[in-house]
Structure formats: C-alpha cells, structure tokens
C-alpha cells in the first residue's frame, strides 16, 4: 500500500471512558497526526451504528488503516476487524488502543493525566500503524474427533453430546470406573431423586455407544500438536486384568481375600483388593490394587487367577500408552474436597464423629457401608443431635476465599437425610449465609428449615472437643440473637469447600490453559465464552471451571460439547496471523531460530547453494521467539516487527510530541 | 619574552608530533619540546576485560605494528598462565614475529626514514618521500619493495589470521597449526626476503655509506647523544627480537644491567611532564635528571641502534658481516649517532629474513603440537618483545578468573621520548643561530626524529600520521612574523 | 527540581498472561499510576533487548518487562527466554550504569493486584532514581 | 586530467591500520592512481589543512576518513572536509562504530588520566603532574594540548556520512569492492555499507554446514580454556562466535586463523543495536530454564558483555558508553 491513510475512532464506552477523559479531545489531537485522514469519536464504537461509521469512512476516505481506541483488544479486536473485512479491507490493518482497562478505569483520580495517557496510546497507535501490512492466514483440515478428560456427569453428558453429532470421542477415566462424585451421592437437590438412577442409565448409554471409546483407569500425560490436529497420550495404569478376555462375571472380586479401604465410601467402608469402584462400575471390569493384593504384598494367594473362568488375570501387566489423535479436548475433570483436617478447630480426622457431607451421602446411600443407616462412625449408634456446618473451609481468607455453590442446598438435602432416618433427630445447621440460588432451591429450603427440632443458627463453631463417648462438644456465638450457646452433637457434618483436583496443575500446564485465583481452569470470558480457553481446540466442562452443582454443570458441559460441535463442524482451523516469516534475501542460514523454536516448526533449506531458514506454518503458533533470537532481523513476526514494534515503543518513550 | 617556533605536525611516521621550540631574545634556541597531544587510554579500558582478549585488544594500540603487541601480550598471557608453547608453536610465533620484523623495517626504510638518505637531505622537499625513492631507485625496484612486503604480510596472514590485528595468539600456544603447503610457500617467500634483504643493504652502501658527505652527517655531533642503551639479547647476547634478557649497557658500552623483564620495575621509571601526554622512561636506578644525556642520567634508547648497542653481534651470518662492518666503520661501540639508526635498520631487516628463512626450513614448523592447555592464571603476567621500534612490555594482573584488574604497557617510543626530546633541540640549537633560522632546519630537526621511527599510536595509543610541517615564527609579542613552508 | 518528576515508563506486557492481568486489574478498578504505558506482544520471548535499549534511548526512564510465571508459558518456554535475555542484560547494563532501569516481573491473567503492586513499586523507585535523558548525556559534551 | 575523481583521505582516532589496509592494496595502488587524483593526505603527500579551507565547497568528490573521533580538532577537520566533500565515506571500525579505542566510553577522562599518570606501577610523579590543556612553560610561554572528548564518536555521530567501508582494518578485497562501486557512478542508497556481504559471516562461513540442528549451550568456553575443532563450527562448540550478528565479506580470516569472530564488521542494516542483538541470540540458546541456574550460568560464563558484544561498536550503539547520570550522578 503506496500511502497511508489512517482513521482514528475514539469510543466513549459510555461513562465508563468518556466519564474521565473528553474523547472528542483525543480524537482531535489524532486528527493531527502524520497519515490521519479522519478521527472521530463516538459514545459506543461497538454499536452498529459505531460499526457502520467506521465502514463508511473506510469507503468514503478510502482509509487503508484503521485505529480504535476502546476497551481491551482482548475484548473487540474480532469486532473490528469483522468492520474491516465488511469493508474490504484486511482484518491486520486494525489497530486497537486499549483506554479504557490501561486508562480510564485505572486512572479515574487524575483524569486529565489519563487524557494525556490516551494521547500518547493513539499516537504510539498510528505510529505503528504506518508499518502495518497485510496477512493471509492458511486453513488446515481438523480431525473430527475428541478427547473427553474425565468421567463424571459433564464428561459423560460432553461426551454423548459429541458421539450424537457423530463425532469419535475418547473418554479419559482415571479411576475404575467412570461416574465421578455424582455416583457417590445418595439424592440429588432438590427433586431428592435417586442419584444413580439418573446416573447410571447415561453410562450405560455412554458404554454402548458406537461413537465413544471409553478409557478407563487411564490418564492423559501429554499433550502436542494443536487445535484441529492434537497428539494425546493417555497412560493406561496396570489393571492386571486383561479387560479383552474378563466378561465382569465378579468372580474374583467374590472370591478375593484381600481387604482395602474403599476410596467409593469416603474411607468408611471396605473393599477387596480386586474390586470394582461400585456395583454399577463401568466399564464392568475389576482392576487388582498391588498395595493390598496378598500376591504383590505377600507373594501368596492368585485365588483370582484360579478362579477367573477365563483366564483374564495377569499379574505381570505393565502400564501401557496410546496416542490419541483429536481435533478437539474437552476437560471434565470436576473437583475434589479440600482437605478438611486443615481446619484444625473442627477435628476433622481427629474425631471419628465429624464427617464430610460426601461420607453423610455414602452413610445414607443404600450401597454404602451401612446400607443406607445413618449412624456414628465412632460406635455406630444413631445420632439423636446431629451439627452440619456450613462454608467450612469456603468464604475463609485461611482456606478459600471462593464460594462451593452447592454446599447450602446439600446441607438442606441433609436435614432430610436425617430427619427422614431418625425422625426424632435434632439438627443443628450453622450458617454464615444460606444462598438458595437454583430453581426451586429457594422452595426446598423453606420447606427443611421449618421441619421440627431442626434449628438454623448464624455463626461458625468455636474450636470442637470429643467427649469420651465420642459425641462433640462446642460453642456456637449466634449473631442473630447474639447469644453463646454450648452445643452437645453425635455427630458433625462439614459441607467442605471445593478445590480443584491435584492432579490439574500437571495437565493444564501440557494443555497451556491458565488459572484463575482459586486454581481452577480459566475461561476466555467470564460471560460471553465461559466454556472456552485460551488455548483453541481445549474447552471446558463442569467444575473444573469453578465449582457448580449439578444442573449447571450439566448445563455447562452440553455448552462445552457445543462449542467443540461447532469448531469441529467448522472443518478447518487457520494459521495464527502472528506467524515467523523469513526475509530471504538477509538470512544467513546461522540456524539459530530452529534451536530455539518450541514447535520445531523452523527449519534449514539449502536453496541455489545457501543455507535459508523455512517456516512451517501449521507448526508456527505465533510466539515470536524466533525473531527476538534473530541476530540479523532476517526473521520477523506478523503483526509484530521490530519495525512495528520500535515505532511503538520510540512514541510512547518519547511521549506525544 | 622570545620567539616560539612550532613545527606541527612532524610527518612520515606513524605517530603525530608536535615540537615546539623555543627561542630567546637573542634568537638563539632556550629550549625544545616534543608534544604528543593525545592519549587513548587502554591501560584503563583493558580493565575489565578477560586476559585471552588482550593479543587482540591491544593490537589495535597499533595498525602499523600490531603484531608486537599481539605477541607481547600473548607473551605476557604464557606468563600469567604459566604455561610454555610447546617448541612448534614457539617457532611458528618467532617466524611470524621476523616476517613482521622484516616488512616493518622495509616500510620505514624505503617510505618514511629512507628518503632523507636515498634521495639525500638536500634534495627538494617535494621529493624527499616514497615517490621520490621510486625515481631514485627506479620503480622497477619500487614494484619490488611493494610486492616483497606483500608477500611476507601475505605469509602473516596465512598463519596469524590477519595482518593488520592478528588473532592466532593462545596462552601456551597458537591458534592453528602451518601445513606442509604453505610451508613450501614460505620457504619461496623466506628466499626473496633474503635476497631483497641483502639488495637493501647495497642500496644502503652504494647511496649513503660510499657518500662521504652523508656518513658525514650520521656521523656529526649534532646527531649524537651519550645515553643508555637497552635491548633484549639471547643466551650469547646476539639480537633477538622475540625473546631473551633485557640488557642495558652504560654510554660507554659497559654492561650496566641484565634482567629478566618480571624485574623491569627495579629498572625501568616514568617521568611525567604536563605538556605532553607521553610518558617518558627513565633508567630507575640512575634516576631522572631532566633532558640531559651523560652517564647520570638515567635516559635510555631502545629500538635498532639500542640493540645492536647492548648486543655483543647478530644471530645470523649475513647480519653479522653488515654488523661487523658498521661497527669497524665507525669505530666504536656504543654507537650514539642517531641516524646511524637507519644502518642498524638495515641489518635487522637482514636478520630478520635469515631468521624467516632458518624456521621455514625447520622440520618442527609443521608439527600439530602447537598449544599446551592454560589452567589457573597465577595473577600477574609480564611479556616482553622487541617491536621495531624498540623494547616493547606488557604487564597484566587479573583476578583468579583471569579478568584483567590492571595494566601497564610500556612502548618503544615511552623510552625514546627523552632521547628524541635530545636530538631535536641538539638540532634546532646547532642551526638555529642569533636569530637566524635556516631553511634546512625544517628537515634536520625531522631527520633527527624521524630516524628513530617514533610511533605515537604506540607511545600513546593515539592516531598516527599529521600534516607537512610548518615552522611558525613568533615576535616577542607572540605575533607570527614568519612562515616557513616546506 | 520543582513540581515531582513523573517518570516515562515502558511496560512489554505477553498477551496471555500479563496483558491480560492488567485488563483484570482494569476490570476490577485497581489504581495504579498513570505513568506505565503498555506495549503488547503475544509472548514476552518476543520482546528483544534491542527494544528494551531502544526505549531508554528514546526517553523512557525505566522499562519493565512483563510476562507469565516460569511454568505458564502459553508458548511453551517463551518466558525462560525472556529470563535469560534478561540477565544477560542486567549484567550488560550493571556495566554501562543503567541495571536499575530494567525490571522484569512475572504477572499472571489473574494478578491485576500484583500488577498494580509492581506497577507502583516500579514508579516508585524509578522516580527516586531521577529522570535518565540518556539521548542528552550521552550526546551533550 | 581534472577528468579524474578527486579524493581526500584523512584519519582520526586510528591506529593507522586502515593506512596500511590502503598500502596493503599494493599494485592495485598504482592501478588507482590512474584514475583517482589524490588531493589530500597527510600521512604521504604535501598538501595541508589550508588547502583544504581554501577549496571550493563540494570540491572534493569523496573523502575517505578512518577513526573515532576523540578530539575538538577531528571535530573541526571532518566538519571542514564534509563541507568540501560530495561523498564523505566512514572506513574502517573505528569510524564506521567507534572502533576498539570506543571502550574508552567505559571510563571518564579524569579516571584514564589518574591511572595513566599516577597509579601506573613505573611512574613516578611525587609532584602530580598531569598533562594539561594549557601549560606555561619557560619564561611565560604557552603550550597547548588539544581537548579529550568526554566519550570517542563514530563519524556519523559527527558528521553527515554517505557510505560505509567496514572492518578492522578492511581487507583489501572490501576496499576494492568499494571503490569499484565509489567510482562507477551507479552509487547505492545512502547509508549502505560498501564491499561486503548483505547477510551475516555464517552466509560465507565454511563451518555453517557442519552446525548441529539445534544448538544448545550448558556452558561457555573462553578461548584459551579449549582446544577448538577447526572443522565445525566455533559456535558449536561452546565458544562465543559473532559470525551470526556480524556482516560478512571478510572472507572469514579470523575463523581461518582457528579463532571465533569478535565482530569487526559491524551488524547487517536491519539491526538497530549490534550489541544487543548479539546478547540476545547467546541468551536465546542457553540451556537452563531454571532461574538460579541461569543465574549462575550469567555470573560464571558472561565474563565481559561489553567486550565481547561491543568490541568494535560501543560508540554506536544506543547507549553509547558508561551513563554517569545527569550532573554526574551514576546509576546502577
């Protein structure tokens, strides 16, 4: 493009720019700047009127670049660029300026210094904006398959989402069986339906699907490659069963001496040491835990090798791997329960009788180690005064400052347990907040609370003791009637904050997606793409995003399917514009790119007896690592240049003339 | 008050100089003064840097000859790292080091110092230069001077990497072994360097020595100075230029010291005047006593003339038989004629080629053995070599990284300085008479100085080269009455 | 000097990470001063030396580079080399007499109150440094 | 006659090696000499300063100056010789990036002087002289010295420069290759670099090809602390090579010489800061990811940053030389 010619749109975003700094003022000092045609400003740039104006100068001026400043680019630079493609012109002619996060929002207090700061952006912006060119991205074919990392109720709905729309998926599982923390629960709130009767159909579902492979007792380990085109390597953990040959008869199970805690009841119950997670595990096939098995312990026993009819036992099993190669990821790896014995004041794991909600669910569900009685860990009695507390270890600057959204109405569905159990029961629930935010919560919530000998006291236990009968002992400050009361419980029941799972920090690190403060998985938007991640290709599902109950996890997970549904039904994905492109004529061939590429995506050509790097654009993510090691600025990066890059930063170090 | 003459700046030799003499009221000369007017300061920006980077670094002290301090700092880094070249690389470094030698004192014989000589003092200004040698010598033999020089420069870079700033200097060795192939050039090069030698030495004969009026001239008092003399002699106290003993013999040629250089402070002193930013070396054990020569005082002379003054003959035949010769001319040694400084020239130029030709011939030459490894530098580092214009020292301390913590570097020309300051107020009083300033002086005052080959980038890392001279001639008030123009 | 200098500051700021913590802290209304002005790039590894000079050249008292924490990279190992240059820098410009000028601080997507912290912090000691004017030293006599 | 191209040719700062490099071109000389008609230069013809004031403006069709500028009086005499020149041309290191001697902008001027004349082991100087801009000496005579620049320039911080003749010293091939270019009239954009290569030394280095894929460094080897395999490259092998950020055309002498490039040539036009640019690429391939071991690897390896990255450029580059601050007051 022979002449430049700029156009600068200054957005008043409302208040929220406009209510610091006078854009109309920027937009005149822009107006004086070398290579602006036309600079105006406008009280929401984003509208469609602010749109057309800008298409219609872009005609009207024929302006070959364009420059807005608005809020983040991380917000509407796609909005804008789509103004430019309507209007003929390359998306990579855009410009965005961020005053409003960088400026206004930041420097409300000295808003004539934030009008001077803007100045200066939009003049670094047009400076920068002279070196702009154009940039064609390439397509590439994705592969319409996906990984879904975890079993639980979002990975299975994603996962039949995905497998409906005809789509290969592959379910990562790391434990025996999938089904995750909704197949430990006993009701579900509010409806008080039976938690596996509305789990257990969809794995069935999920197991006979055509579409889904299930891969059970595996993890991902490693992730490479990118949107449309991922490499994924799942470890399949030892089971010593060859699965090929087992038909889940249980033999062995029936028959294996060997004893563990079963992980399925929160530790309250046992198993054998070969076992199935739960009776309704699938896949239907048992896995044997060396650390118990008499055999690996002891070197005796292998009753199940002799009593498996078809020979499927195998001792000598060793981990095995498998590439997975999917367009798409979705993570579904849930949540985990905070670590309850670090609120030291409660006794929690000191004091048998203080127990978390999930071993509350597994004491009263009908598989659990009680087969469905409520009773004290410590002897086994009923409990006559039952304590539930709320937000422990959530809302807490010294846990987690976030809240576990579910934990009020599981506390509710509790007082039903209970009362429903042992009719005669106290319970005593104390809250600091009762938040019945879902559909019909509110509802359910009336309903227990005025159930009798069921008491809702605002405050937290002081610091728990254990009599010698094992019931709890503890005072309660009441700041609704601001009374001390001294509480005698049999048991107490803590709705635990949630954390993401141990194993997260490892896996988001080989799918390069970032986290927020409390850990969890962070989205492209909070709003508008909460599903989504930063790194195209990986979507999320459930509580791995933050901490939800069901429905919305739910409700979250068949987004996230939709969102992979679309990108993959999308068919192609497009080289980053950022890509390292080589100035042939100044390259020397001296290598020093291919060492320090990430993606091996450079490479050495000889061409007419020279030595030339090449850029592979597939490959190429756009990191610019390359030209920042360039010794000769032969390897520059799309979008960023030195040259683009200097002009930028010789106008902001210079401030505006 | 008197009159000021200034001859700014001195020309054909690598250095800029400024003298400025100084007359009183009857016009007869009070006092002269040789100004170096800058100062570049790589004693100081040396610190800092690792010690392996000084052969390069320093080199760039000079263009003209910056194999001598390449080599005396490598030199001075075998020191520091107390390891010995293995005897292959030793000789390599000392051919190269007499090749350079060789095309040095070609340089200055035919280009700067020569043409007084070969085209003689009396001839037109115009023509006392390069192109003036050319007619006199026929530019047959100008080609010849050129394209002998360019061979042994070539054969330098061949093996020391560059010409202008070698690299090939290693503490304990070189860079890269000779192959038989450029040995054999070598060899070719080595014999027409002795040829062309030996061709120097009878030009010398036929056009200066068999003019009695010229020897006369080397030989007038005007010309001669009584001081100290120092030069590095080998094990039988013959001229080497690479290495050895530093001797310094009295002005009445009696052995006055022999030392190793790690005890050149016990010896070797500085003077500093403010008018000029060289420093002058003075011996430190007879101590300075101003700008007088005499056994009392400590100034010294180093570079050709020096050496063949503490050297009891030559290391090889034909220098020898010019050697002998000069000295029976003449009829004594010391020889404190400063122009005889161009004889002397001559003769190191002859050994130096023999020398060239004697290691070119030697079967070690191509031996790959050529770097014993350094390991932990001991902190000091002294080297020392004869660059063609004279003693030439390096002296480094670095920390236990070899980083280099400080420097001093002495140079030729440092030694010469209060010698030449001599020579040229000897000569401006010998022609400057009531008043009466000759033409000539002009030149006899260069002559005096020129003939010492004083290099300024040397003595202080400074720009050589300047302008014609101009003597400018001032009234009592200062006003400029007179303009001598060459 | 008269009224307090406002110091010139540069800030190279990758685009997953700390790019995006400074909108957090825009989002969340955190004050910090005015004097920072931010220059995008996708990944601190791109940011060159080069640039980092050329802005104390141009006027900037101080520059502060920014990108995500060791480990986060969303390109891998962009951050390590930032790092990397970055030392090397440090000990360049120890010798020249300017190392107090260059930060470099790791601010993640969700840090906008560390990066506010940095940013005063930054401000702060750049202002008791003084104003640079390296063009006017280094060319005035 | 006058059909000839008229050149001047002058030196600053300089060792006198770029003196050599033209004596160097030997034959070729006298081949020139034909064409080219000399009108200036001190170090071997007569003509002086006045001449040269007395030209017209513009007179001198190319003057060809080497040397940092160090002194008021390099100051005045490229001014004059721009005023009188067509062409004005940087040759050599030292004009064309402040050369070696630029290290002096590592120190102040009082600190060189002190060390020179007071610290140095053999001097002694119980009065403490020092040389001085002015002194009066004898009966009230004055004789001066000319005035040290606070920090050594390159040309084109002086003077407007056309070209470029780079090296230290230029070999004669480069200086042929650019006055071949000087003198057929078809001159290139301003600001180019004459007779060498647009690409860096690897273009035209040998041991380019023998370079492993990648090229990862655990560790520096100074020179002298390895035996180097002439047959691959330096780089390679652990050793600071700065064939990748230095312009070729030297013909790889000093790589031929068994010994890493240090740069003399400068940096290829797209490059705003030699230095830096070589400090990057060597950060780029060290091989630790760990910040303490990077750390270490700086403090144990990186001996001398400016030395080796600004042997040849510290003038030129954009910081030029050791800030002391404003009114002396240094950072850092």
Known sequence: MSEVRIGVYVCHCGKNIGGVINPAKVAEYASTLPNVVVARDYVYMCSSPGQSLI???????????????????????????????????????????????????????????????????????????????????????????????GGGIAGIRASLDLANAGIKVYLIEKKQSIGGKMAQLDKTFPTLDCSQC???????????????????????????????????????????????????????????????????????????????????????????????????????????????????????????????????????????????????????????????????????????????????????????????????????????????????????????????????????????????????????????????????????????????????????????????????????????????????????????????????????????????????????????????????????????????????????????????????????????????????????????????????????????????????????????????????????????? | MGRTVIIDPITRLEGHGKIAIFLDDEGNVVNAYLQVPELRGFEKFLVGRPAEDAPQITSRICGVCPTAHHMAATKALDDLYAVEPPSPARKVRELVYNLFMFEDHALHFYVLGGPDFIVGPKAPKAERNVFGVLKKVGSEVGLKVIKTRKAARDMITAIAGKVIHPVFGLPGGIAKPVDESLRSKLLEVANSLVDFALFTRKIFKDLVLSNREYLDLILSDAYTHRTYYMGLVDSANRVNFYDGMLRVVDPNGREFAKFDVHDYLDHIAEHVEPWTYVRFSYLRKVGWKGFEDGVNSGIFSVAPLARLNVADGMATPYAQEAYEEMVTMVGSKPIHHTLAMHWARVIEMIQAAEKVKELAEDPEITDTNIRNMPEKPRGVGIGVVEAPRGVLIHHYETDEKGIIKKANLLVATQHNSARISLSVSKAAKSLIKNGNIDEGLLNMVEMAYRAYDPCHACATHNLPGGFKPIIHIYDIRGNLIKVIKP | MGDQFEPRIVVFACN?????????????????????????????????????????REGADGVLITGCHPGDCHYISGNYKTMRRYLLLKKLLKELGLSDRVWLEWVSASEGDRWAKIASAFVEHIRKLGPLRLKEVMEGE | MSKKVKVALYWCASCGGCEEAIVDLAEELLRLSEVIDIVFWPVATDFKKSDVEAMPDGSIDISIINGGIRLTEHEEMVKLLRRKSKLVVAFGSCSHLGGVPGLANLFSTDEVLKYVYFESPTVVNSEGVIPREEVVVDDGRKLELPKLLRYVRSLDQVVDVDYYIPGCAPTPDVIKKSLETLLSGVLPPKGSVLGASSRSLCDECELNKTKPEKILLKDIKRVHQVRLDLSKCYLSQGVICLGPVTRGGCGTLCIKGGMPCTGCFGPLDKVVDYGARALSYIASIVDYDDEAQAEKFVEEYIVDPVGWFYRYSLPRSLVRGRYEGLRGGAHG
Not at chain 1, 55 to 78: F, G, Q, T, W
Not at chain 1, 88 to 109: A, C, K, S, Y
Request: glycine share 8%; with cysteine; aromatic share 8%.
């Open chain 1, 55 to 149: 298409e219609e100068d872009i005609r009207k001026y024929n302006l070959n670049r364009v420059i807005v400043a608005a809020c983040s680019p991380r917000m509407h630079e796609p909005t804008f660029q789509g103004v430019l493609k309507r209007a003929g012109l390359n998306p990579w002619l855009l410009q965005m300026v961020n005053i409003r996060e960088h400026d206004t929002w930041v420097h409300e207090d000295t808003p004539d210094k934030a009008e001077e700061k803007a100045k200066e952006l939009v003049a670094a912006a047009v400076a920068r904006a002279a070196h702009l060119y154009e940039i064609t991205t390439e397509k590439f074919p994705v592969i319409k398959s996906a990984v879904v990392i």
């Open chain 3, 16 to 56: 997953w990470c700390s790019y995006a913590g400074i909108d957090l802290a825009g989002t969340s209304r955190i004050r910090y001063p005015h004097n920072v002005r931010i220059v995008k790039v996708m990944c601190s590894g791109r940011v060159h030396p080069e640039m980092v000079l050329k802005a104390l």
């Open chain 1, 198 to 657: 509305i789990l257990t159909p969809l794995m069935v579902d999920v197991s006979r699907h055509p579409n889904i492979d299930i891969y059970a007792y595996s993890e991902v380990v490693d992730v490479s490659g990118s949107a449309g085109n991922f490499k994924v390597k799942v470890k399949l953990k030892p089971t010593y069963v060859d699965w090929s040959k087992c038909t889940g008869c249980g033999t062995c199970v029936e028959k294996c001496p060997g004893r563990a805690p079963r992980e399925f009841d929160e530790g309250l119950g046992v198993r054998k040491a070969i076992y199935f997670e739960f009776a309704q595990a699938v896949p239907r096939r048992p896995v044997i835990d060396p650390k118990h098995c008499l055999w690996f312990t002891k070197g005796i026993c292998r009753v199940c090798e002799k009593v498996c009819p078809v020979k499927a036992i195998d001792y000598g099993q060793e981990e095995r791997y498998v590439e997975l190669n999917v367009g798409a990821i979705i993570v579904a790896i849930g949540y985990e329960l905070y670590d309850l014995s670090r609120l030291k004041e409660y006794g929690y794991g000191r004091f048998k009788n203080v127990i978390s909600g999930l071993q509350l669910e597994r004491l009263s569900s009908a598989d659990g180690p009680t087969r469905g009685k409520i009773v004290r860990p410590s002897d086994g009695r009923e409990p006559k005064t039952v304590g539930i507390v709320l937000c422990a270890g959530s809302r807490d600057e010294k846990h987690v400052r976030y809240c576990c959204r579910f934990g009020c109405a599981a506390a509710i569905k509790h007082i039903y347990y209970i009362k429903h159990a042992i009719p005669d029961a106290k319970v005593l629930v104390f809250y600091t907040d009762v938040r019945a935010f879902g559909k019909g919560y509110e509802e359910f919530y009336q309903k227990y609370r005025s159930e009798d000998n069921v008491f809702f006291i605002r405050g937290r236990p002081a610091e728990i003791f254990e009599d010698k009968d094992g019931s709890l002992i503890f005072d309660v400050y009441d700041s609704n009637t601001g009374q001390l009361i001294n509480v005698k419980a049999d048991l107490v029941v803590l709705e635990g904050a949630v954390v993401p799972p141990k194993d997260w920090e490892a896996l988001r690190r080989v799918l390069k997606v970032s986290c927020d403060p409390g850990g969890f998985a962070l989205e492209l938007h909070p709003k508008l793409r909460p599903f989504e991640t930063t790194s195209d290709g990986v979507f999320l599902a459930g509580a791995i995003q933050g901490p939800k109950d069901i429905p919305d996890t739910v409700a979250h997970a068949a987004a996230a399917a939709a969102a992979a549904i679309g990108f993959l039904a999308k068919g192609y994905v497009e080289s980053v514009p950022y890509l390292a492109v080589v100035n042939d004529e100044v390259c020397s061939g001296c290598g020093l790119c291919v060492s320090v590429c990430p993606y091996d995506a450079i490479t050495i050509e000889e061409r007419e007896g020279r030595r030339v790097a090449k850029v592979n654009s597939i490959r190429c993510k756009g990191c610019g690592a390359c030209a920042a090691t360039c010794p000769s600025g032969a390897m520059q990066q799309n979008y960023f240049t030195d040259t683009q890059i200097i002009s930028e930063v010789v106008s902001l170090a210079g401030g505006a003339k």
